[in-house]
Every structure is written in structure tokens, then in C-alpha cells.
């Protein structure tokens, strides 16, 4: 873990301490590693969405849906 020095505004601070439990670190660490599974949530659901309107995407995807269904087994 590395160790960081902030400023926070005295009503952050006051928030901060009333919820955190004593554990400032902790709390903090779980907020932040909370929207950073927002963030890339919305970068993956930003991509997928590009990658539905993009016509030759669909195409070459199409292309290898075909190949799956050709009765090859990686299986055997």
C-alpha cells in the first residue's frame, strides 16, 4: 500500500470521520475501488455500445459465429 497525504474541506473530513469508523484508509479505499468498478462499467458498456453500431464489427463477428457452427469440436 502506498501512503498519501490529502487536504479535505473540514465538512468532508467531518463526513468522513462520522462514517468511517475509525479507520479512515479503509473507508476511502472502499470508496474509491467502488467507483472504480463504476467507471469501468461505463467503459465497457461505452465500448460494447460502439461496437453495436459498428457495421463492420457485426459483420466480422457474424463471420465467426458462422465458424463456430461448422461442427469442429476443440474438444476432441
Do not use: C, P
Amino acid at each position: 500500500m502506498v501512503k498519501v497525504t490529502i487536504s479535505l474541506e473540514a465538512e468532508v473530513l467531518q463526513f468522513l470521520d462520522r462514517f468511517a469508523n475509525g479507520n479512515r484508509s479503509s473507508y476511502i479505499n472502499s470508496l474509491l475501488s467502488h467507483q472504480r468498478l463504476q467507471a469501468l462499467e461505463t467503459e465497457m458498456i461505452t465500448a460494447l455500445l460502439k461496437d453495436a453500431e459498428d457495421k463492420d464489427y457485426l459483420e466480422e463477428v457474424a463471420l465467426w459465429d458462422s465458424a463456430v457452427r461448422d461442427g469442429i469440436d476443440a474438444a476432441d
